[in-house]
């Protein structure tokens, strides 16, 4: 089955500096890769995600991009801010008969120091 | 808007006992799952529906079962609680077979003691 791999694991960075979460994935079939949110005690919300037909998605200060080549995805956060302090998902899944679900990474910590 | 409301916020439980864990969405979404979330270890799949029915294992669904009778309602239950599975349960609900939004309730903190 899928396998996905995220780091880093705990990611500290000063107000305003940018954040970069990795993640790869095993299974070249993949071709759905969302980013979840989950902010202290609360639920895992979607952020933004990534279809394997495009190489770069935006919105506002959050990016994610994905290498097929290299089975790797990334997202990037610019100026960051302490709401954006929370514990980041990343996810792969594909699409066919008897794909229904995601495939998380283990998650990364991001704490932003005002 | 949309919700998936799990039964219980907090949970605690004698070794042994039988749990039951409910989880209702009000989206007509096909697909609904049961997650636990431990510290270091994410987001791992015990079992998931995509009719109602229908079940699949995960990743790790031993001492798990489930039910779904009813499409908006899917239940995660331990047979004989142990220590082991004191956690933080997570239920999600999507739509259909495509790539779409995973949501996802708001959990319930399950103390086996």
């Known amino acids: 089955g899928e396998n996905v791999e995220q780091h880093p694991s705990t990611l500290s960075v000063q107000e305003g500096d940018s954040a970069v979460i990795k993640c790869t994935y095993s299974?070249?079939?993949?071709?759905?890769f969302p980013w979840y949110k989950q902010e202290l005690g609360k639920r895992p919300q979607l952020i933004i995600d990534i279809r394997s037909n495009v190489g770069e998605k935006k919105d506002q200060r959050i990016a994610v991009t994905l290498n097929k080549t290299a089975k790797h995805f990334s997202l990037h956060i610019t100026e960051t801010q302490p709401e954006d302090s929370a514990v980041y998902f990343c996810a792969a899944k594909k699409t066919g008969a008897g794909s229904y679900q995601l495939t998380f990474g283990k998650g990364t910590k991001l704490s932003v120091i005002p | 808007d949309v919700k998936v409301t799990q039964s219980s916020r907090y949970l605690v439980k004698r070794t042994g006992e039988k749990v039951f864990l409910e989880c209702v969405q009000d989206?007509?979404?096909?697909?609904m799952f049961w997650y636990r979330q431990d510290p270091g270890l994410g987001l791992r799949l015990i079992y998931f529906?995509?009719?109602?029915?229908?079940?699949e294992k995960g990743d790790i669904p031993e001492g798990y079962s489930v039910s779904r009778e009813k499409k908006e309602r899917f239940s995660l239950i331990l047979e004989s609680a142990s220590t082991n599975q004191t956690s933080m349960y997570l239920c999600?609900?999507?739509?259909?077979?495509?790539?779409?939004?995973?949501?996802f309730g708001q959990g319930t903190r399950l103390t086996v003691v």
């Open positions: 999600a609900s999507s739509l259909g077979r495509g790539n779409t939004e995973a949501f």
């Open positions: 529906s995509y009719d109602v029915k229908m079940k």
């Open positions: 989206m007509d979404h096909e697909n």
């Open positions: 299974d070249s079939a993949s071709n759905y």
